[in-house]
């Protein structure tokens, strides 16, 4: 009788310490992902023509880990622009950006609807800047007819968690 | 010839098959021997349908006494639940103390992993501060926290309305320092 309840004691101290192991591998796996958690910072520009005029400027940071997908879209008037940046870690420790960029843009007066998409895979260091150009390098003629001018700046830097308090 | 009263029961209770029935049927029909070996029989159905079901419980139970009291059998173990224990005072409060013990990790546990949050702080688009809570329990949940810090999986950038946006060539995407080579401004 008494072996059986010092059996029954042992069986929900293992059940206790078994309830704590899972916990703390869970906490163990959220630290592992925090540390590999990455931030995306996306910025969008708009250059006028005339070079005195300031840019206009967005931003936006995303907060992935390698592997999973930011995706940022710019809608105006006549342009969607869809940005979808992986970035992959390399053993190395450079990121692998892959990146897919979409165009949907309407020229007016035939308002006829143009598409462009395009996959990019650019090897970064952290903190290195990306530059996508969704509709083109503008050149100097381009400049002559009061055209825009957009760029999307991508920079990938490890994540930075704050210390608890 | 008659038929036995093994068959008689067995037609009185539709276990012949055609067309043994039939004889039967017709032979008890001419028979007067065989209706009265039938009218008994049905007496002796009907009586013990209708005679209630004894308890044999107590006759069980008095043979059971019988066998235990000549060591033939053991008297049966009592539930779990109702046994009776005893235990000397300090293993009963060592015992107490034990399971307190246990009920408060547990219990501790139990909240650790429903109130415990990971708190994610960084300074977002605009500058102000966004802060990202997970249970600690869920790594699934911590993802879709991740994924919709900014409210939606798709981060949504309006362009101004008062720009002209058009292609001037095809699309091109590099590092900085790739770019600065053919930049023109």
Redesign the interface.
């Known amino acids: 009788m008494v072996i059986r ?1 010092i059996v029954a ?1 042992l069986l ?2 293992a059940a ?1 310490v078994a ?2 192991a899972e ?1 703390l591998d ?2 163990e ?2 630290k592992a ?2 540390d590999n ?1 990455l ?1 995306v910072k ?1 910025s ?1 520009r ?3 023509a005339d ?1 005195e005029k300031e840019p ?1 400027t ?8 390698p592997g ?1 997908a ?10 969607q622009i869809y940005l979808i940046c992986t970035p992959y870690v390399q053993e190395s420790g450079e990121v692998l950006l892959l ?1 897919q ?1 979409q ?1 949907w ?1 309407t ?1 007016p007066p035939e308002k006829e609807a ?1 598409y ?1 998409s ?1 996959f ?1 895979s ?1 090897p ?1 260091a952290y903190g ?13 003629a ?2 002559e007819q ?5 760029e999307l ?1 991508i920079v990938i830097v490890p ?1 930075q ?2 210390e ?1 308090q | 010839m008659c038929p036995d009263r093994e068959i008689l029961s067995a037609w009185l209770d539709g276990e012949i098959d055609t067309p043994w029935d039939r004889e039967i049927e017709d032979h008890v029909g001419s028979c007067a021997d065989c209706r009265d070996r039938l009218e008994r029989l049905e007496a002796v159905r009907r009586t013990l349908l209708e005679a209630p079901v004894p308890d044999w419980r107590p006759a069980m139970e008095r043979v059971r006494s019988s066998l235990v009291a000549r060591g033939l059998a053991r008297v049966p173990a009592a539930p779990v639940w109702r046994r009776h224990v005893s235990l000397p005072l300090p293993a009963a409060a060592a015992a107490a103390v034990l399971i307190i013990l246990l009920a408060g990790a547990l219990a501790v546990s139990v909240v650790r992993s429903t109130f415990g949050m990971v708190r994610i702080t960084r300074q977002g688009a605009s500058g102000t501060e966004i802060r990202i809570a997970a249970p600690v329990s869920d790594l699934e949940t911590l993802l879709r926290s991740l994924e919709g810090g900014n409210g939606t999986l798709d981060e949504v950038i309006v362009l101004p309305k008062d720009v002209r946006l058009v292609p001037v060539g095809e699309p091109f995407m590099g590092t900085e320092t790739e770019i600065s080579r053919r930049k023109p401004w």
Do not use: Q
């Not at chain 1, 290195?128 to 100097?140: I, M, N």
């Not at chain 1, 009061?146 to 957009?150: D, E, K, L, T, V």
């Open positions: 309840r004691a929900l101290m206790a309830a704590r916990d869970i906490t796996a959220l992902l925090l958690a931030e996306i969008a708009i250059f006028p070079a206009w967005a931003a936006s940071t995303r907060l992935t880990i999973r930011v995706k940022v879209r710019l809608e105006g008037d006549n342009v990146s960029g165009v843009f020229e143009k462009f395009t990019y650019v970064v290195e800047k990306v530059l996508y150009f969704p509709l083109g390098v503008s050149d100097a381009a400049k009061g055209y825009f001018n957009i700046e994540y968690k704050e608890p």
